[in-house]
């Protein structure tokens, strides 16, 4: 069921980390196709709460809705930031921020996308992780967490990302996900949907890390059949800095990270391109990006 005429996509991208000066540009570079493209923004846009503003508010400009989920960046309280907000506090937050935008969040109600490749459902998660992606050898989290201070493999987010008032982001995660869940089960059951989230709902993804450790801060094995139990037509996610293209259960999984400047630099393909979730892509698309 498409609008007469109506043309249009659902696009897509994340980790566009501007505050490394060279991936400015390229953020200031993104524009729609037509005057009718969504834009799904997967998390990591930026440290502070202020290049966090600008980079959202310059896109909210250009396309006629953006859609963002947060990642742990924006959830980390920098030393350089103005806001020191920590914790859910920070999060609530960036969500007011967006809302004045007119940037849709995790917080708000769902958006239908019925353009070409409609109608579906669109749901920006914030889900977290909760260290159950754990290395062989260790049954607990805190084993895992311990295995990874060991190697020396630790995310950031251990020093900065607070989860004031909660005692863990083990426990916010815990949170997030049966709030989320709930919401979910109250969606129109007709529709299918398109899960946007910072973090992977499956493991899978997680295997080709350089350092597979790492996966304890990737997501949660709590989600791991929400792709069918929600109905997915496509899950969109960033936080690996690894894009790409794959199927779980049938389901397209995109990884849509722009990613840090060595990164990209290192591609071979030109940075800063949108990737098309809805229509889907004619044929059959290409695994690596
Ligand atoms: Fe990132
Ligand atoms: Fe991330």
């Known amino acids: 069921m498409t609008r007469a005429g109506w043309d249009g996509s659902l696009l897509a991208i994340s980790d566009l980390h501007v505050g490394h000066r060279d991936n400015r540009p390229i ?4 524009r729609p196709e037509t005057p009718h493209d969504w834009l799904l923004v997967a998390g990591d846009v930026a440290e502070t709460v202020a290049d966090v503003e600008w980079a959202l508010g310059l896109l909210a400009d250009r396309f006629a809705r953006v859609v963002w989920s947060p990642g742990n960046h924006e959830l980390w309280t920098t030393p350089g930031d103005q806001v020191r907000l920590r914790g859910v506090a920070r999060y609530q937050h960036l969500v007011e921020v967006c809302r004045r935008l007119g940037v849709l969040t995790p917080d708000d109600p769902w958006a239908v996308w019925d353009g070409p ?58 949170d997030r996900v049966a709030e989320t869940a709930r919401r979910l089960d109250e969606r129109d059951p007709a529709l299918p949907t398109v899960l946007v989230n910072h973090w992977p709902l499956v493991r899978e993804p997680t295997r080709i890390l350089r350092h597979p450790i790492f996966a304890q ?25 690894i894009p790409r293209t794959t199927w779980y259960d049938g389901v397209r999984f995109e990884e849509v990270s722009l990613g840090y400047p060595r990164e990209w630099r290192s591609r071979g393909v030109p940075p800063g391109q949108l990737r098309r979730i809805l229509p889907a892509p004619d044929g059959v698309p290409p695994t690596a990006w």
Do not use: K, N, Q
């Open 117 to 174: 490749g409609g109608p579906v459902t669109v749901a920006p998660l914030f889900l977290l992780y909760d260290h159950s992606w754990r290395p062989p050898g260790c049954d607990t989290p805190e084993a895992a967490l311990a295995e990874a201070y060991r190697t020396g493999i630790v995310c950031t987010d251990e020093r900065l990302l607070d989860p004031d008032p909660y005692p863990s982001r083990s426990a916010w995660c815990a």
């Open 217 to 241: 801060w990737c997501g949660t094995e709590a989600t791991a059949d929400w792709h069918r139990r929600f109905d997915a037509a496509v899950m969109v996610y960033g936080h690996l800095h």
């Open 27 to 30: 953020v200031e570079a993104l």
